[in-house]
């Protein structure tokens, strides 16, 4: 398979992260990553560290300019493995 462009397998990254799609509901087309191989990167990313880095650092960026704001919190659970009982 031909090498993605990190701009395009960032962008794929980004649109899954942001709108909670699954792997499945990529969209295709040039302009897009296949979902195979964001899927790989991230995964790459999360054993070697790069994620938890690149995490961070973005929220070491957005509290020195003041845009987190640490007193409010939301959990979303809608895809939490967890099989308990209510």
């Known amino acids: 398979m031909p090498h993605s462009s990190f701009r395009y ?9 942001i709108t909670g799609c699954g792997w ?3 969209p295709k087309g040039q ?5 195979s191989s964001p899927h790989r990167w991230l ?3 999360q054993l070697d560290g790069t994620l938890e880095a690149l995490q961070t650092r973005i929220l070491g960026i957005g509290q020195d300019k003041g845009l987190i704001n640490w007193s409010y919190g939301e959990v979303d659970g809608s895809f939490s493995p967890w099989k308990g009982r209510w």
């Open 9 to 17: 397998l960032l962008k794929t990254l980004l649109y899954i992260l």
């Open 24 to 26: 499945c509901e990529v």
């Open 31 to 35: 302009i897009w990553a296949s979902k």
């Open 43 to 45: 995964k790459r990313w």
